[in-house]
C-alpha cells in the first residue's frame, strides 16, 4: 500500500514541473508535485519568455498572463544587443533584438496577442507553483526522488522525505519526469539520448550593481564581451545580461572543459565582473557564483509507459535562444490536455503516445539551434581578428585596424556588421519560436498538403491552418461590447472548439452531437457580422485558409488538428470520425 495516491506525479518544480501542475489542475486533475529543495529556483537563470509562452500563461487566465507581465521587464527594454569590448570600452556593434526592429516588431505583433519580455525564473516559477497550488496541486517540497515502477494500472514511486530522513511511496496514475537536466526520471525511465553532455564549460556570476551610465542610454538584456578569452568554453562571448533594469547583473563567462573546474571565489567574481564591465574600482554585491556544463544533448524516445519527461530532462542545451524554459513550459501544455482527458475517460490511453511524436522533434531542433548559435560568434571574433589565444596587445591593434581608412579597413568592418548581423538566428529567430508543426495520431489531414515556408523559416513564424499547426492570431471583436479578441482565446482553456463562419451552421450542431456522443466538451464559434464574434478588419478572413462555411477543429493547446476548407457532405459523420481518431476513441 503506498502512503500517497494521486493521478499524477510530478517530480520537480521548475518550469516543466509547475506549468504541468498549473494546467492539470486548472482542467480539474489531481495531481502531487514534489521538489527536493524547499522551495523553487534561487538563481534567475530562464529569462527570455517568448509569445509562444505567454499565450500558455494567457490561457492559464488573465490573472496568470497580467502578473507575469507586472513583474517582467518590458520588451521595449531588451532590444540593444550590444557587441562591446567592455561595457566601459568600446562598442563594436549592436543588433535591435527580441522583436525590437521595427520589422521584426510588425510581425511579432501580427502573429500573437501576448508580448515577449523577459520574466527571470526567480519570478516565472513562484507564479506558475503558486497558480497550480491554489487551483488544487499538492506540493510536497524537500522530498526527494528516488526511483518508480511502473505496472499496468499506474506507477509506484518512492521518494525520500528529507525533513524526516524518511521514505515515502506515492502512487500515481501517470508520472511526469520534469526533474531538470540530470533527470534521474528519465535514467530510470530507459529513454534514449543522442548527442553529448558537457561540450563546454561556463560559470554564472550573479551580483547587484548600478550600471546604467553604461547601460540605461542602450537598454539591453545582453551585452556581449569581445575581450580575449571570451571564446573559450561558454556560450560563444563573455555575457552581462540583465537580471533587474539595471542594478541587477548575471555575468557568463567559459572555462575551458578539458582543464580543471574553476574555482569561483569572491575575489575572482567581482575580478571577472570588473573585467568585464571595465571598471577596475567597480564594487560588486555578490549574491552567488556557480560553474555548469554546456550541453548538446536531447531525448530520442521521451516517455515510456507511464512515464513522460519534459523540460531539460529532454532537452539539453546552451541558454542561446532563450529556449529552455520556454520549450519545458510549452513541453507541459502538449500533455497535460492529454492526460485529463485519459484519465477523465475522453480519450484512449494511445493519445499519450502522441506526446513523444510531437515534442521529441522539437526537443532535437531546439537543442541543435542552441548549439548553432554558439558556433555561429565564431565570425564575429574572426572579423575582429580574435582567434583564440589573441593577447590583448594585438586585440587592440585588431580593434584599431578596423577605423581606418583603406579598403581593407572598410572590409573589416562590413565583415562585422555581417557577422552580428548573421546572429539574428539566436537573437530574433521568431520562427525557431513559433512554427511547431506537429505531425501525430493527434492531427488529421486528410491528405492535405503541408504549405512549403515562404521565408526563412527559423526567423519568420508563417502561420497556417494546416492541421498540425498552431492556431494563427486573429484579433476579433465581439459584436455586443467591441471588445478585442484573439482567435486563441476563443480556444484552449482544456477543450476542443470547432471555429466557423456563417454558412458553417451545420459544423456547430454537428460539434454538439460529437459533444454529446463522446462526453467531452466542445467550444463554438461562428465568426462573422451580428455573431458573438465580427472579423471587422478582415484578418481573420485572410489568415484562415477556410470559406465561411469550413471549419477548422482546433485541440485544447491551441494546435489545429483538421481543417474542412468547406462544408462537407455529412459534418457530423466527419467531426465524429476525426474526434474519435484524434483522441483515440
Ligand atoms: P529545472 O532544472 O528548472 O527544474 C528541475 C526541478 O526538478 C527543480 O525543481 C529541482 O529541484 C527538481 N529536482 C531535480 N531532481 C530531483 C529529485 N531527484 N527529486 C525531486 N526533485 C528534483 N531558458 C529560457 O527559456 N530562456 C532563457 O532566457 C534562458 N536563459 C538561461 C540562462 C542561463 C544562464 C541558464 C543556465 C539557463 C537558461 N535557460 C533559459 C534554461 C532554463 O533555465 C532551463 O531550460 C529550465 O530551467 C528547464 O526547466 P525544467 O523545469 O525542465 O528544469
Known amino acids: 500500500m503506498a502512503d500517497i495516491n494521486t493521478d499524477v506525479l510530478i517530480i520537480g518544480t521548475g518550469p516543466a514541473g509547475s506549468a504541468s501542475a498549473a494546467l492539470l489542475s486548472s482542467y480539474g486533475v ?35 498572463e497580467d502578473e507575469a507581465y507586472m513583474f517582467a521587464t518590458h520588451q521595449d527594454l531588451m532590444g540593444e544587443n550590444i557587441f562591446c569590448e567592455s561595457l566601459a570600452g568600446e562598442e563594436i556593434g549592436r543588433m535591435k533584438a527580441w522583436g525590437n526592429h521595427p520589422l521584426s516588431r510588425a510581425e511579432h505583433q501580427m502573429s500573437s496577442p501576448t508580448k ?125 545580461r540583465m537580471v533587474r533594469p539595471w542594478n541587477e547583473w548575471l555575468i557568463v563567462w567559459g572555462y575551458d572543459i578539458n582543464g580543471p573546474e574553476p574555482e569561483v571565489t569572491p575575489e575572482f567574481a567581482t575580478g571577472v565582473a570588473r573585467q568585464l564591465i571595465g571598471d577596475p574600482e ?52 502538449n500533455l497535460a490536455w492529454k492526460l485529463a482527458m485519459v484519465l477523465k475517460g475522453q480519450a484512449g490511453e494511445r493519445l499519450l503516445e502522441t506526446y513523444d511524436a510531437e515534442r521529441a522533434p522539437v526537443a532535437k531542433q531546439i537543442v541543435t539551434r542552441a548549439n548553432q548559435s554558439i558556433a555561429e560568434t565564431g565570425p564575429i571574433f574572426k572579423a575582429l581578428g580574435m582567434a583564440e589565444g589573441v593577447d590583448p596587445v594585438q586585440m587592440q591593434k585588431n580593434l584599431q585596424a578596423r577605423t581606418e581608412g583603406s579598403a581593407e579597413a572598410e572590409a573589416q568592418r562590413a565583415a562585422i556588421r555581417k557577422a552580428i548581423s548573421f546572429k539574428k538566428y539566436e537573437f530574433d529567430a521568431h520562427g525557431v519560436e513559433m512554427n511547431q508543426r506537429y505531425r501525430s495520431g493527434a492531427v488529421v489531414t486528410d491528405g492535405q498538403i503541408e504549405p512549403a ?41 482544456g477543450h476542443f472548439s470547432v471555429l466557423t463562419g456563417l454558412g458553417g451552421e451545420a459544423w456547430a450542431e454537428a460539434a454538439s452531437r460529437a459533444a454529446a456522443d463522446l462526453g467531452i466538451s466542445i467550444a463554438v464559434h461562428i465568426i462573422g457580422p451580428r455573431q458573438t464574434y465580427v472579423d471587422h478588419s478582415g484578418e ?9 462555411n469550413g471549419c477548422l477543429l482546433v485541440r485544447p493547446d491551441h494546435h489545429i488538428c483538421w481543417r474542412a476548407t468547406e462544408l462537407s457532405t455529412d459534418p457530423a459523420a466527419d467531426l465524429g470520425r476525426v474526434l474519435r481518431t484524434v483522441l483515440a476513441r
Request: glycine letters at 10%; hydrophobic letters at 35%; charged letters at 20%.
Open 453 to 493: 515556408f515562404q521565408m526563412d523559416a527559423d526567423l519568420h513564424y508563417q502561420p497556417t491552418t494546416w492541421p498540425g499547426a498552431r492556431l494563427p492570431h486573429a484579433w476579433l471583436y465581439r459584436h455586443d461590447t467591441g471588445a478585442q479578441v484573439s482567435t486563441l482565446d476563443l480556444c484552449g482553456r
Open 540 to 548: 481573420w478572413a485572410r489568415l484562415s485558409e477556410i470559406h465561411d
Open 282 to 333: 567597480l564594487e560588486i554585491e555578490l549574491l552567488s557564483a556557480n560553474v555548469w556544463t554546456v550541453n548538446n544533448y536531447y531525448a530520442t524516445k521521451t516517455a515510456n509507459g507511464r512515464v513522460f519527461c519534459m523540460g531539460d530532462a529532454i532537452h539539453r542545451h546552451p541558454p542561446s535562444n532563450g529556449l529552455g524554459s520556454n520549450t519545458s513550459i510549452q513541453d507541459a501544455f
Open 116 to 240: 515577449m519580455n523577459d520574466l527571470p525564473q526567480t519570478f516565472m516559477e513562484p507564479l506558475l507553483f503558486k497558480t497550480a497550488c491554489q487551483r488544487g496541486t499538492q506540493a510536497r517540497m524537500s522530498t526527494e526522488y528516488l526511483r518508480h515502477e511502473q505496472d499496468s494500472e499506474g506507477v509506484t514511486t518512492t521518494c525520500l522525505d528529507r525533513l524526516t530522513g524518511k521514505e515515502v511511496t506515492i502512487r500515481s496514475r501517470y508520472l511526469i519526469g520534469a526533474d531538470g537536466g540530470k533527470s534521474l526520471v528519465a535514467e530510470h525511465a530507459g529513454l534514449t539520448f543522442e548527442g553529448k553532455m558537457g561540450v563546454g564549460g561556463s560559470m554564472n556570476i550573479l551580483f547587484r550593481a548600478d550600471l546604467s551610465k553604461y547601460v540605461a542610454h542602450r537598454p539591453s538584456v545582453l551585452y556581449w564581451v569581445m575581450q580575449p578569452g571570451a571564446d573559450v568554453g561558454g556560450i560563444g562571448m563573455g555575457l552581462v
Open 30 to 64: 489531481a495531481n502531487m508535485a514534489v521538489n527536493r529543495y524547499r522551495w523553487l529556483a534561487n538563481t534567475p537563470r530562464a529569462h527570455i519568455t517568448n509569445q509562444r509562452t505567454m499565450e500558455v500563461l494567457r490561457d492559464l487566465g488573465q490573472d496568470v
